[in-house]
Structure formats: structure tokens, C-alpha cells
């Protein structure tokens, strides 16, 4: 099978056993690649037993068909384990060129199992796999970590994957940082590795990967990139970055402020990608075989000095800014960097501490919870200090270290903390984006906003080939709840892929790139359907572990009207959409999980847990 | 006939008469309404020999068949005639209430000739038309104009349509003002106002437009609210105004700066309508039937203290500002406040302000030239002086007043003024979307992005119904010259309509009520042929007026590379898209006009000159 070198690297830390499995073309030709391969993988080796922080819970490493090769805006990996934020089903995928170092240092994939007697890391070049001492390394930061793992393997093409404090010290979504600043940052797979006490992985080789129909691999590859260079949405984000039209999606209730408590707060263009550019702003970057470079790199001086930043992302400056009412650019970025550094996912914790802000405005936290921190709306002092504490486990920020559901629950205002499943909220509002409500409530990792993007379906980026249409972006009906599906599995594709969202050629390119590289035979109608495997596949991982359909819901505050007389918002009613969308998907109401039928019409009957 | 009451209104100023002329219905079939109507009927009445300032150049108010209804966003006028800044066709449509009241006055439009021996204005009231002295307005304001006339007529529902000491002074770009500050403001029908010594027209009454199937068009009415009312781009306009976008579109290149030399100046965010919310904005306007409202009132102190200003829109921040590279939004929009106030063309006024820094940045210019004033990019103080100097055509203001050809004629360099057979280019980079080049390039009026958005088209915003698709903005191909073609004729149904243009239901709902308010039985491929007809009338008047294949060019400054690192730009191919579009057009590429077989299929052939 070409596509695939065709092998895993197994790694058992608690022995320091390696080993390589050969990749199962079955699973690869069931799930793709990806979360979605991963999940199989894992699903086998997880249940309701498995401690996320245990040495039994495996963490997977896992590129993609086309990762590595010349397609577009492939050069992705993702991390996959059972999340100690969620208890849920795991996953993360990042830039950078870790992905694609993976595959040329010989593998597809790593699977990680036990717990180091002390921390180590993995370096894996060209084949060749070994664990290392990296007791000199705990403790420091992202950053340092990279350059003193650099300085030690002498290599002059590497990437390295790696934890921070955050992640040495279990916070609950810890990110993996790679790349410099690039971040499989959601779900907490940090903090996995943390438990695993494996502090980095460092890659890189000089195997390339084979493919199957050279010619129309590469003919399609092409027509991919001119498409997405062609695409006015990804020109956004190659000129102004991800905060390039924050400025302007505001203007109908996107953009979060307050702690989802206001539709629109103007300072947010402070915030923007042109802000940025007028002010910090000292480079981009792109990823691996990116021909957008979304990247930003700023520089600060002054309070918040810092010479080089990585970010911040659109997800950050409102996460870590308008959320709180900061509007602040160079104390955003700085905390961005806290983040990058300290190894943070900035959604999480952005979120969290707003959470905090909030409760402390409504009082229900005072300097007495908060070991005397004021967290007044606008000052983000608070916030920095915050930062550093969760990351240390220090003050309030042990409390914060668990996450938004577990202050919520510590306070008994469970009810009000804005997320899914345990995993917070990003920063695509569902009262804008009615479809978004059906995203979050059933995403298969708990509020995610890149496996369906209702957000900028609506705003105009559809798939016609697919029958993915524009609709109204404030509709509660069934076409909604059947474009939100769709969407899904289209993302949860890409998720497969690895590839990134922001790349959108025609479908049928994106098809003959699949089938260029493994020599499958793949349909465009294939296409949604390897998607709605895969995500059904997450969705029986997450039954197993005891999701069921009561799960499937949006948190109060994102259930209450927004209010404003400028903007236009409508809460989701999920009465209407939660069952068209459970018809939509096949699934029982009353267990959550698909039906007998759709587990055959998916060929996943198999694997139905009982 | 329904859907129109059936006359005009004739008023020959030179003796004072007023008649009635019933409306053709045969013409109005043809070219259904607004500037298409009132082209057929200034065919016959304008040649070579017209002097658009003479008492011989007709002057047209014209409304549509949908003008004055329940329709959505169709409460418009159309102001026509042979246009004194370009010596060719002239027109230009304003919201507000002007037209529905002329209706309500029981006239869908008025052909005014002649010119009146001292300064009148006319009245309509109900049916009832009389000119009045006006030599007391004389010199007022277009505000204190309007103030004068509600005190002396004392109606309630009363619209205005004035100029100001603009119009008077004949400048050459001298706007038509009503409702306060809605502007018809291209082709300086103002300066024809003032050189017959029509100060104003002031209307109202209560004749309610019939509908020959009511039942018909109050559904497709309201089905196309409801579709405007969804659809995202308009709530874009709701919510943050024209200018709203301002601060995402100006990464792909589509906001001038620097007189038209720059891709990207970022501080053109501090114009947008984030930063006029959050300090200058004090309401919202929305003109007739309209459920957008993009309307913004903002009130400025300070240094340019001004209570109450109708605007800045989105051409006006530009043009005033990021032209000159001025961020200083409160002094732009007190800038907006004397273009209305004077009757001053927003963009030729600050496009031909522009074209003199620029002159002067490059030495053409000297203090000896502008009497003093120094020209220099980012000061506004300059810019202000300007305004007060061409409305009331003083000093260097006299030559300005004569807009940016004579200009550049004056000085030897006609090449670099950025303006189309005499009228100014708008804030739409036709290097950021190849389609706007071909518009500018060949719309009846000059240099007009009205009658063609495909710089909304290329952003995703197509008409499917009607087989106008999406797309790649920097294109110039054969596809990209027929798309443009066919918004140009959707976008001059529109004037016809007259519709504005931030409306965009289905075409089917236009097709219904345009059917239901006039009783016709039109078919969905009827309404492009109707703007074709209507497009094609147009430039049969240019023709007759002596335009041909050489007047069809972008000015040599636009056909530069614009120099950025950051933006994408790409010089139209004007070699591929102008024989292209003549293709499509049936137009014969040594005269420049429809070809006899083209004008067969409209139905235009009695009408060819010779």
C-alpha cells in the first residue's frame, strides 16, 4: 500500500520498549488517516477503566495520507488519547512540519503506552527510535525545551513536539506545542503526555512518501493550490492572519465578549489583524507545503516586553482579550506567549479565566476564593497572573488548572460555565450561527469549532460538489441541522487527512489527491461518507466511555437571548434541531448512539459496544 | 398600466409652463423605469450640440415601478441628464424619500427643461405643481435649504431634493441633496440643477402606487424582505454601516490609498464602522421600505465639532480620507458634512483633492499652484480648505471644481488623473477584482461600481438564478468578461428599478413583484435582457454624444503593479478582457457600439444614430 510507509512506532515508556506495528490497510481504508485511524486504534484499547492521566491510557501521534507530500496545507499531525479535561474522546491537530518529519523520519504514526520511571524523550530519526533522558529538560519551557533538544541532537531538519510546565504539571488541557509556537492545543493531550512523564518527541529523516499515481497525485496536488492562492477567504488570512475580519464578524454577533454575555463589543478591532499589523506585527509563518502562511509573529515592547511572539491567533485575542474586556493587544500577545510557553491551550484557558471574571463580577467568587486577585472586566494583569499560577498549580490557579467545569461545579454554578462536555467553548458564537449550536453540542471532543465550521459555511464558503449549501444563519430547521452534518463530516475528513480547514480546493481534487497517493478507487460520494465513519467511530468511542444522548446540549448562558439593538442573534432552539439532526445522523434517541441500521450502512456494526 | 400612475411632470423653467405627459407605456416595457426610462425619453432630446449647462440639457427625476410599493429597498430616485463632468450620460440615484413621495405627489417622474430667469424651486403637492421663488435660497445650504423650505410650506410628509452653494457655483461635480443627507451624487446633476437656476424640488402627498395583483406582490414583497433581512451581507450594513467591512476587504487589496499608489494602509481600519461606533456614532438611517439601514449619523466634537453629520459611508471614508493617507476619522466625516452641505460629490470631491496631493507630492504642484496651501499627504486641514474653496470656486478650488481631468489637462498630466472618461474612480480596486476594471472601463456614466459589483460578486455573492457564479477575483479571462457583462445588466435592471443595490433576494421574488406591481408577464431570462436593453440604450446616448471604442481604458495609473508584500493585486489584462466583453456584447470593436444584430435582438434598432 502506498500513502502510507505503513508502519507505527510503539513505544511502552514503562519498560522502554519500541517496537513497529505494520499499519492495517483495512483500518487505513475504513478511517483514512488521522483522528479518524487514531480512534480506531485507540478505541480497542480504551474504556470506562482507563485513568486519561494513567499509564493505561494510550496517546497516539498520527499523520495522514497526505501528510508530507506535496499537497496543500497537509502538513498536519494530530494527538489523540483519551482526555483528562473531558473523559472523552481526545484529539488535537497542529501545524507546523512535525507531521511531515514524522513521516520522513519512517513512520506514520507513534503509539504511546505507560509511564516513564523519569522524564524522557523520544527522538526518532530516520528509523531509528530512542529514549532519552530528559530530567534536565523538566521544567522548562516550550521554548527552551526546543533549543536545548536541538543543541542536543545536532540536527540540522528537525521538528520536536513537546510539553511545558502546564503539561509536566497536569493541567487539564495542556497543550502540545511544536514547531516554536504551533499548538495541538485542545482536549489536554499535554497533560497526557505530562502523566506519561514524556516530555518531547524529536523527528526528522529523510524518507519520502510513496505514491501511487505520481502524475495525478501531483496533477491534483497543483490544481489545489492555485485553487486555495485563488480563494478570497484564505487572502484574508494570508495578508491580515486568523484576526484578519474579526473586525468585520463582529458586526453580526460572531465574535464572543463579556464571557458570552454581550453580541458585539466594538474594542474588538483592536484586536484585529490590522491592529496587529499597524503595531506588533514582525512576520508570518506557514506551515508545512502552505500556500496561505496564516502565522503571525509579533513583538512587544514596553510592560509586556517580549522580542518574539508566536500568534496570537483570532482564537486567542478574543479568548484571552474581548472575553474579559481587554482590549490590550500587547498584554493579549504577551499572554498568548505565556500560553505558548507554558504550554497552554489560550481557548481553555482563556475561558476559564473569563469564567472566573464573570462569577467574580456576579460575586459568587471574591479575593477570599481568588487569594485576594481582583478580576475586574478590562484588567488583564489579573489574567497574566493567572496564567502563571495555573500553569504552576499555584494560588487560584490550581482551582483553574481543572478547567471551566470543574470551577463551575467547585461553586455550584456548574449550569454557567460555557462548555461541552468539559471542553470550552471557542470563539464562534452558536446565537450567530445556529448551526454552530449542533456543532458544539455534539462534537465528538465537546466544543469544537474546526470539525464544522457552520460559521463560514454561512457566511459563503459552501461546498457545491457536496451539496453543502449557504443557509440562514439564525434557522432552527432541519436543513440546518442536515447542511450541520454534513459539514461535520466533511470536517471530520479533513481531520483524517490531517488537513487543514483553511484549505478549501473543489472536492474532486481533493479526491484525486487521496487516490493519487494510496492507489485507493475512491468516489466523490466516498468522500462524506469516510467523514461520517470516522465521526460515528468517536461518537461509539465516547458511548463506550458513558456518553449518551443527555450529553448532547449547549450550556445555559449560550441558551439566553444576547442583548443588543445592533446586532442580530437568535438562540438555537435545539428542540427543533438536536431531533432533525438525530434523524439526520441515524442515531437512537434514546441511547445517543446510531442505529443498528446506520452501524451497517457505515460498515462499523463490528464494533458496537454493548 | 398599474404599478405606475402614468405621468410626468414637465416643467420648462425658461416660461414657466408645467404640463402633464403621460407616461409611454411602450417605452416603459422596454426600459421599465428609473435610468433606463428616462434614457429612452433624453435619446431624442439631447445630441452633440447640448451643452449639459445650456437651459437645452433636459433634466430627469425619475422613479420605478417598484418605487413608493411595499417592495424592499426601492425607495430611490434617479436624477438623468447629459452629465457637465463628463459630457456624456449622466445619472445618479439616491435613497431616502424623495422618490416614493414623488410618487405619493402623483408623479413618477419630472422632465424639467429650460432655466428659470431667477432662482426657483418647485413644489408638487398631491398633483399640484408650482414653481416658487427661490432667490431667497440662494446661497443657503443644502440643510438650510431644506429648513427654509418645510418652514414655508408647512407639511409634515414633505421630501426635498436641493443643491447647495455647489450646484450653484456649477461645480463640476456638484451633487443633488435630499432628505437631509442622501446624496445623488455622480455625474454632477447638481451643477444642472443650479445652471437652470433650480434650487429645489420639494414632494409629497398621499396617491398610493396601484397594484394590478396585489395579492402577487405583497408575497414576493415580503418573501424578499425576509431573504434581505437574512442575508449576512446585509446585516454586515445594519450593524456597522457601509463602512463595516472596511478593515477585512482592505487585505486583498480593494481599498485605495495614497491616491490609488498603495495595496494596504493599515490605519484605514481607524475609518471603519468598528471605530465610528465606538466614538462617533450617535444613530441609524434607513431610508424608504428599506430593512437594512445602513445609514449612519455621527456627531463629532472637538476640533471639527459638528452636532449632527449624515455619514461617513464607506466611499466617503476613503476618499476623504485613506486617499490623502488620513486616518482622522472626525475630521472625515466633518469633511462629509461639508461635501453635503455644500452638494458636493463625496468621491470626485475627494478623489480630485487627492490627484492634487499627489500632484504635489511629485512636484507638479507647487504652493505658487494652490495659493499657498500645502499639500501634504495624511494632513486633512488642507483637504477641508479645498472643499469650501471648490464649492464656492475660489482660489485653487476653481480649478478642482472642474474635477480631476481638467486637472490633469491643466498641467500636462490628463494621463494620471484616475477617473474614466471624466468621472472619478470609486474606492473598488479593480487591481484587487479584474471585473471592476472592465466596469469602470465600460459604464455609461464613466468610472461607477453601482452598475457592476464584482467586487461583491468575486467576494461571493452571486445571482445562481440567473447564472452568475463566483469567481477568482484576479482573473482576466474570457469567464471572468461574460460574468461581468451579465452583473453589469443585472445591476442596471436594478437602476431601472430603481432597487438598491445592498438588496439581493432571489431574482424570482424581483421577477414577482415587478410582475405583480405592474400586471406584465415577465419571465426570469426577460430581466438580464431588460438591463442589456437598457445598458445598451445608454451607451447608443454616449455614442450619439461621440463616445467610441477609445474611450473604453482604465487610467494608466490603475495599470501599474501596486507594490506589496502583503496583499495580492494583479494589473487587469485589459488585451484579454476588453475583447472578451466586446464579444460578449455584440459590440463591434472599431466603433465601440452594438453591432446591428445586437440592437435587433433589443429591439433597439429604430434607435441607432448615424
Redesign the interface.
Known sequence: MNGFMGKLLVVDLTNGQISTLPLDEGYARQFVGGAGLACRYLYERVDRRTDPLGPENPLMFMTGPLVGTEAPLCGRYVVCARSPLTGLWGESNSGGRFGPYLRFAGYDGILVTGKAPYPVYLSIWNGQAELKDARSLWGKDTYETQVAIRDELQRAQLSIACIGPAGENLVKYAAVMNDWGRAAGRTGMGAVMGSKNLKAIAVGGDFRVPLADEARFKAAAQAASEEIK?D?KA??L???GTA??I??T???GDVPSKYFTEA?W????HL????M??TILVGKRACYRCVIGCGRVTSVTGKYAKEKIDGPEYETVVALGSLILSDDLPAVAYANHLCNAYGLDTISAGVTIAFAYYLYDRGILTTSDTNGLELKWGDIEAALTLLEQIAQRKGFGAVLAEGSRYLGRKYGVEDWAVQVNGLEVPMHEPRAFTGMALVYATSPRGACHTQGDMFLV????PVPELDIQIG????SSEEKALMTARVMNWRTLYGSLVMCVFGNPQASNILAMLNGVTGWDLQLEDLLLLGERAFNLKRLFNGKLGLTAENDRLPKLLLQPLPSD???TQVPDMGVLLPAYYRVRGWDSQTGMPTHAKLQELGLEDLAFS
Open positions: 485563488a478570497v487572502q484574508f494570508a495578508a491580515g484578519s475580519t473586525d468585520t463582529m458586526w453580526i458585539l466594538e474594542p474588538v478591532a484585529s489583524g490590522a491592529t499589523a499597524e454561512d457566511l459563503g464558503a440562514n444563519r439564525l434557522e445592533v446586532v442580530e
